[in-house]
C-alpha cells in the first residue's frame, strides 16, 4: 500500500517552510546526521551501520561523514553493545544504539529494563541515561514468528522509558532529534517495510515534541486511534468510510510512552466513539491501555463500547494464508467503525 | 583440482558417491530456489547453502541415526543431509501445509523429527544453548547419542556462547559446536569482530579439545567429525569444530556484496566441494560419463518433483493460525483481529 499523509496537521510548526520529498530511511539518517553536528557526544553503533550503511540503509553516507570513531560496527552481540552504550551514556556520551531489528534487541533487554531504565532512580539521580536504542519493529512480510514482532507495549510499561512509534517521514525525523536530545532512554521503533514510503520533509531544521499525538484527519463520526506503519490502514479505512459520508477522526498517537490522553479525551467528547488499531498483540497491548484510559476518563462522553482490533493473539506464522488472517485489514476497520455507529 | 592424488582412498567408493549425489542435489535444489525467490514464488528472507555442501554431508555421514542435528537459519540443505525428501523442504518454503513446518516456519526454520533436525533458528546464536540442551537431555537418558550444533562465524559473538561452553564442559555434555567458518556475518568479515582470528582459539579457554577444518572437503569434515563424535559420545564432554567453508552467493538475496572481491570468490569456487568429490570419483574410475548423467538426470527429477509438489500443494486453513500455538484446542485466544 502506498502511504498517502492526508491533511496533517503538524503541530506547531511552520507547514510552508520548503517541502521535499524524502524516504523514511533518508529521515532517520537527516535526524541522526543532523543531531552528531551539533554535538560531539552523540554516535552511533550497531550492527552493519558502518561500512554497510546499514542493514536498511538508514545510516547511509555517515561512516563517510564521522568516520570510525562515532559510526561502529558491532559484532553480533546486543546484549555486550547495548551494555557498553548504557555506561557510555552514564559517562557523559549520547549513544544510539541500532539494532538490526526489535526482536533482536531482545537479547538486550536486560541493559534496557534493568539498567538504562533505571539508572537515574538507583542512583539517586546521579547518573542519567541520554541514550536512543533504534531499530525496525513489527511485522514485514514473510519473515516468521521471531522476526514479526511489535514489542511497543513490552517498554512501554516499564518506567523510565519513553517509547515512541513514528508513522511516516515527517514525524520520525522531528521525533528522532527530540530523542536523541532527550536526557531518557527513549526506545524509537521503526519499521522494514516503512523505509522506502516517501513524505513530505522540510528543508532545514525541526523538532517535534515526545509525547504529542497529531489528530491527522479531522472528523466529527468516531475517533481512531493508531500508530507506527499499521497507520496506513487507519487512513485506508478512513477513506473508504468517507465515501459513505462517515467523518472518522484520525490520531496518530506517535509517541507511545508518554501517552498524551488529552487529545484522545478531547476526540472522544467529539466523536463519542472510539476504535484502536494496533499492529501488535491484544493481550496487555497499548489499545488495552488506551481504552482503559478512555473508559476511566471519559465514560460519560461514550455512545458505544470502545473497539479495538489488533494482530491475531497467535504467534505470526510464515504462510502468506496465516498472515492475511492474522492482521487486521480496512475492511476489519471500516465495519468496526460503522459497529461502533451502530450502523452494521 | 584440490584433490590430492593418493593412491590409498580413505572411504569406499560408495561412500564417494553418495556425498556426490547429495551434494550435487543440494546444489541444483538451491539454485533452483534461488531463481524461485526471484521469480517471487515465495517471499521472507533465503539464506542459500550454496558453498558450503561439504559441511552438513560430512556432518551427517560421520554421526548416527538417534544423534540430534540444531543449526541457524541457513538449513535448506540439512534435511537432504538426512535423507528427508527435499519436496517438504520446497513446501515450506512455498509456506504450503504439506511443509515441513506446516507452512509455519517457513525458509528459516526447518524442523524434522524423526530425523533428529531440532531446528533451523532465526535468533543468531539462540540454538547454541539450546544444542546443548538437547545433548543435555541425551545424556540425562542415557541414549548414547550426541548433539551437532551448528552456529556462523557471526554467532559465536554472542554472550551465550560463553556460557554454554563453560557449562557444557563443566557438565561434560555430549556436544559437538560447529562453526559453520564462512568469513563473513552478512558484511562483517571475522577479523573485523575480533583479535582471535583463528577460531578454534575460543574453545581452548574452556579446555575445550578445538580443531580447525578445511570445510571444502567432505573427507576432511568426516574425518574432524568422526573424531568429535566419538570424543563427546564417549562422555568425554564436548568439542568445537572450527569448518573453514564459504558462501558462494551472497548472504541472503538481497545483498550487494561489496564487502568481498570477485577475486575472493572465484579462490574459493575453484575449491568448489562438490567437484572435489566429482574429481574423486572420476580420477579413481568410480563412475563414467554415463553414470554422471544418470546421477544428474534423478536430481533434475527430484528437484522438478519437489518444486511441483510446493507448488500443487494446499495452503494451510486458516484455522491453523490458532493450532500449535498452546497444545491445547480449545484455548481461549482474543479474538481482536478480524471484525
Ligand atoms: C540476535 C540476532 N541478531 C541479528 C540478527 C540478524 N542477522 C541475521 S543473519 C546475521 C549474520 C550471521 O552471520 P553468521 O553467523 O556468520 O552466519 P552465516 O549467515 O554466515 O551463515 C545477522 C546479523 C539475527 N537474526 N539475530
Ligand atoms: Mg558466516
Redesign the pocket.
Known amino acids: 500500500m502506498k502511504i498517502v499523509i492526508k491533511q496533517c496537521i503538524f503541530a506547531g510548526q511552520n507547514k510552508n517552510q520548503n517541502m521535499r520529498i524524502i524516504q523514511f530511511r533518508e529521515a532517520i539518517q537527516e535526524a541522526m546526521t543532523e543531531e552528531m553536528r551539533r554535538d560531539e557526544n552523540v554516535f552511533l553503533l550497531g550492527?552493519?551501520v558502518a561500512q554497510y550503511n546499514g542493514?536498511y540503509k538508514a545510516s547511509k553516507g555517515m561512516l563517510d561523514e564521522f568516520g570510525e570513531k562515532r559510526v561502529i560496527d558491532t559484532p553480533?552481540a546486543?546484549l555486550g553493545f547495548a551494555g557498553i552504550a548504557v555506561g557510555a551514556a552514564m559517562n557523559g556520551l549520547r549513544p544510539i544504539v541500532e539494532f538490526?531489528?526489535w526482536?533482536?534487541a531482545i537479547?538486550a533487554a536486560d541493559q534496557i529494563i534493568n539498567s538504562a531504565a533505571k539508572m537515574l532512580q538507583m542512583s539517586g539521580g546521579q547518573f542519567g541515561n541520554p541514550i536512543v536504542f533504534r531499530g525496525p519493529n513489527g511485522t514485514a512480510g514473510q519473515l516468521g514468528a521471531t522476526?514479526s514482532q511489535s514489542f511497543e507495549a513490552l517498554y512501554a510499561m516499564v518506567p523510565g522509558l519513553k517509547v515512541i512509534t513514528p508513522s511516516n517521514p515527517y514525524d520520525a525525523k522531528g521525533l528522532l532529534k527530540a530523542a536523541i536530545r532527550d536526557e531518557n532512554p527513549v526506545v524509537f521503533m521503526e519499521s522494514e517495510s516503512m523505509y522506502g514510503d516517501k513524505g513530505e520533509v522540510p528543508e532545514g531544521e525541526y523538532v517535534l515534541p515526545i509525547g504529542k499525538a497529531d489528530v491527522k484527519r479531522v472528523g466529527t463520526d468516531c475517533t481512531l486511534i493508531s500508530f507506527g506503519k499499521i497507520m496506513k490502514v487507519a487512513f485506508a479505512a478512513a477513506d473508504e468510510l468517507a465515501k459513505e459520508g462517515i467523518n472518522v477522526e484520525v490520531i496518530d498517537i506517535r509517541t507511545i510512552r508518554p501517552l498524551d490522553i488529552d487529545t484522545i479525551i478531547e476526540s472522544v467528547k467529539k466523536t463519542n466513539r472510539v476504535v484502536v488499531l494496533e499492529e501488535s498483540w491484544p493481550y496487555a497491548s497499548v489499545s488495552s491501555e488506551i481504552t482503559y484510559q478512555i473508559q476511566s476518563k471519559a465514560f460519560d462522553f461514550l455512545d458505544a463500547p470502545v473497539r479495538r482490533l489488533t494482530q491475531s493473539d497467535t504467534s505470526f506464522a510464515f504462510s502468506k494464508s496465516l498472515i492475511a488472517e492474522a492482521l487486521p485489514g480496512v475492511e476489519d476497520v471500516v465495519k468496526a467503525v460503522k459497529a461502533s455507529m451502530y450502523k452494521l | 583440482m584440490a584433490a590430492k592424488k593418493s593412491t590409498k582412498l580413505a572411504f569406499s567408493k560408495d561412500q564417494y558417491l553418495k556425498w556426490y549425489e547429495d551434494m550435487l542435489l543440494m546444489r541444483k535444489i538451491e539454485e533452483k530456489t534461488g531463481q524461485l525467490y526471484i521469480q517471487q514464488k515465495f517471499g521472507g528472507f533465503c539464506?542459500l547453502y550454496i558453498g558450503q555442501e561439504a559441511v552438513v554431508t560430512g556432518t551427517v555421514s560421520a554421526t548416527q541415526k538417534g544423534d540430534k542435528h540444531i543449526t541457524?537459519?541457513?538449513d535448506h540443505a540439512h534435511p537432504i543431509a538426512l535423507g528427508v525428501h527435499p519436496k517438504y523442504m520446497m513446501a515450506e518454503l512455498y509456506g504450503k501445509s504439506t511443509g515441513m513446518s506446516k507452512g509455519k516456519g517457513g525458509s528459516m526454520h526447518m524442523f524434522h523429527k524423526e530425523t533428529g533436525l531440532m531446528g533451523g533458528h532465526?535468533?543468531?546464536?539462540?540454538q547454541i544453548a539450546m544444542g546443548a540442551g538437547i545433548a543435555f537431555a541425551e545424556q540425562y537418558k542415557n541414549t548414547g547419542n550426541i548433539c551437532i550444533t551448528s552456529?556462523?562465524?557471526?554467532?559465536?559473538r554472542?554472550g551465550i556462547l560463553h556460557e554454554t561452553f563453560n557449562m557444557a564442559m563443566n557438565w561434560k555434555i555430549p556436544v559437538v559446536f560447529l562453526i559453520?567458518n564462512?568469513n563473513?556475518?552478512?558484511g562483517?568479515s571475522v577479523d573485523r569482530t575480533t583479535n582471535v582470528t583463528d577460531l578454534s582459539e575460543i574453545g581452548k579457554s574452556y579446555n575445550m579439545p578445538s580443531k580447525s577444518v578445511d570445510g571444502m572437503k567432505v573427507t576432511e569434515v568426516h574425518e574432524a567429525m568422526t573424531w568429535a563424535a566419538d570424543h563427546a559420545r564417549s562422555g568425554k564432554g564436548p568439542v568445537l569444530l572450527d569448518i573453514r567453508t564459504y558462501?558462494f552467493k551472497g548472504?541472503s538475496m538481497s545483498d550487494p556484496q561489496k564487502y568481498r572481491t570477485k577475486e575472493e570468490v572465484e579462490k574459493y569456487k575453484a575449491q568448489d566441494p562438490v567437484l572435489f568429490v566429482k574429481d574423486i570419483l572420476i580420477k579413481n574410475k568410480f563412475i563414467d560419463d554415463k553414470g554422471l548423467a544418470e546421477i544428474m538426470d534423478r536430481i533434475k527429477a527430484t528437484v522438478e518433483e519437489s518444486v511441483k509438489f510446493a507448488e500443487e500443494s494446499p495452503s494451510p486453513e486458516a484455522s491453523e493460525l490458532y493450532k500449535d500455538i498452546y497444545v491445547e484446542d480449545n484455548y481461549p485466544y482474543i479474538m481482536d483481529n478480524k471484525f
Do not use: P
Open positions: 550492527e552493519e542493514a553480533i546486543e538490526m531489528t526482536n533482536f537479547l522476526h | 539464506h541457524a537459519y541457513r532465526g535468533i543468531v546464536g539462540a552456529m556462523g562465524d557471526g554467532a559465536i554472542q559453520e564462512n563473513y556475518a552478512m562483517t558462501r548472504h
